[in-house]
Nanobody
């Protein structure tokens, strides 16, 4: 099995910064893409940022130039540095990883979610 543990979400004022972390553990042979999604109340879950095994990244337009995704392959961990936070960034943030497991193949896994609240 694969477990994802997220941390870093909390209440912050507009203009502030947060760093989210997501550590993957378990029977992992390799990790392909890692990403962060978010879901605000009454809205669909949306991709915030993703990073592949080669380090290439992509971002939602709404967070470009404010958020930075990175990964530490030795720790199987992905980070999301969020700067210049806005109230509209308020959401539950979910980590997603695409993992290759021996004898199982490729599958994606989700974290439990971490709440980010930005006050105006």
């Amino acid at each position: 099995q694969v477990q994802l543990v997220e941390s870093g979400g909390r209440l912050v004022q507009a203009g502030g910064s947060l760093r989210l972390s997501c550590a993957a553990s378990g029977s992992i042979f390799s990790i392909n893409a890692m990403g962060w999604y978010r879901q605000a109340p009454g809205k669909q879950r949306e991709l915030v940022a993703a990073i592949n095994s080669g380090g290439s990244t992509n971002y939602a337009e709404s967070v470009k130039d404010r958020f930075t995704i990175s990964r530490d392959n030795a720790k199987n961990t992905v980070y999301l540095q969020m700067n210049s936070l806005k109230p509209e960034d308020t959401a539950v943030y979910y980590c997603n990883v695409i993992v290759y497991r021996l004898h199982v193949g490729t599958a994606d896994y989700w974290g439990q979610g971490t709440q980010v609240t930005v006050s105006s």
